[in-house]
């Protein structure tokens, strides 16, 4: 009934992301270069910029995209004349910003694939796209069909032409469709010559050579196209996918765990500090995924990431089940009894299966002395969350 529970709570969810989606309002993640986050209130009226990091306090706050400043924008329509009218490569036009000394929004150097992302997102163009990937309880997280997108045209302001966006992604798909298989496996075979190695960065940073999404696409992972070659690194490239699965998965994890407190009545409020927010602007919670390994005996392992710098007052670790693609349970970490010397105490002087003090490694079973925080789902903290009279708790 938990899970059935869930299921019709994730339903819920994306249902409520999809319809303020069409309603023209922005759901999570960064601006990007050359536009802003604007929160608005319930009457639509702009109250003010939001930063990077920086979420919205109100439940009946929206967000929204705006042309950022002047000369941001004057670079993005620079690009996308560079690359449609000029004939230059993204890397070349990476190449040309650094020169310039033009920073990314995120105060790096620009690259290939930045570019890249400029030059193909439509939101330059004013449209709300939403569902490209997803990731449902007991399922795999997967790219999602462009039939399947959620988009509304002409939800923002747009900053660059729609004509010379259109040119833009033509040539994009003109260079991937002409090449066959065969042709893209040559194409990384020749990359392995030149360089003694591949991985994603370098694919994505390599001139003549599409991008690693294009190989992900056409070949499911880039761990399928390396096999295709006889590609073999001494690099654990099932760890690689695991973690890459789990960053993506992560966002969708946080974000689903916070909307069920806000529909609950719980105030919370996200900080700057990745998987922590504020909960009734009184305790700080982290929230770690926490991927399961396993030993040469065939046992399972997980390790719990402590960040006593970010000072939480409760880590909430998940930890996922076997394939890494479904969470098994849960432990309410309180920091108060997460302490080195008071975990040491609990167990006289045997430390914990090794643990280092900023570190917890758990087994499937640990113990009542951990095991008591354990819990098959997050009813326990969502009912603890809530707020209550006074009346009623005496």
Not at 230 to 247: H, K, P
Request: proline share 2%.
């Amino acid at each position: 009934m938990a899970g059935e529970y869930s299921r019709e709570l994730s339903t819920k969810v994306f249902r409520g992301a999809c319809r303020l989606i069409q309603l023209g309002f922005k759901q999570g993640g960064t601006a990007g270069y050359g536009m802003r986050r604007m929160l608005i209130d319930q009457s639509g009226e702009r109250k003010a910029l939001l930063k990077i990091g920086e979420q919205k306090s109100l439940q009946t706050d929206r967000v929204i995209l705006v042309p950022g400043p002047e000369e941001e924008v004057k670079t993005v329509r620079a690009m996308y004349h560079a690359f449609v009218e000029e004939g230059k490569s993204e890397a070349a036009i990476a190449e040309s910003l650094n020169h310039a000394g033009i920073l990314t929004d995120f105060g790096r150097r620009w690259n290939r694939t930045t570019v890249r992302e400029v030059l193909t997102n439509e939101k330059y163009i004013g449209n709300n796209v939403y569902h490209r990937t997803s990731f449902k309880l007991k399922q795999k997280h997967t790219r999602n069909p462009e039939d399947q997108w959620i988009r509304v045209e002409g939800a923002f302001e747009g900053i660059v032409d729609r004509t010379l966006f259109l040119q833009a992604r033509e040539l994009f798909l003109a260079r991937s469709q002409r090449l066959t298989n065969e042709e893209l496996l040559e194409k990384l075979k020749l990359l392995l010559h030149n360089h003694g190695r591949i991985s994603g960065i370098l694919i994505n940073e390599s001139e003549g050579i599409p991008s690693s999404a294009a190989y992900r696409s056409r070949f499911g992972s880039l761990i399928r196209a390396y096999t295709l070659i006889g590609y073999r690194a001494n690099v654990d490239f099932t760890f690689i996918e695991v973690n890459r699965r789990l960053r993506s998965l992560f966002p969708e994890v946080i974000q689903n765990t916070i909307s069920k407190l806000i529909s609950l009545g719980a105030r919370v409020a996200k900080t700057s500090d990745a998987g922590i927010f504020l909960l009734n602007d009184e305790i700080r919670v982290s929230l770690v995924l926490c991927r399961q390994r396993t030993t040469q005996a065939g046992a399972s392992r997980w390790d719990i990431r402590l960040d006593h710098g970010l000072r939480p007052d409760l880590t909430i670790a998940v930890r996922m089940d076997h394939t890494n693609e479904a969470v098994k349970d849960y432990y309410l970490l309180p920091s108060i009894d997460m302490t080195w010397d008071h975990l040491k105490r609990r167990k006289g002087d045997e430390v914990l299966n090794g643990a280092r003090p900023d570190r917890l490694h758990l087994a499937e079973a640990n113990g009542i002395y951990l095991d008591t925080y354990r819990y098959e789902t997050l009813e326990r903290f969502f009912e603890l969350s809530q707020r209550l009279p006074v009346d009623t708790c005496v």
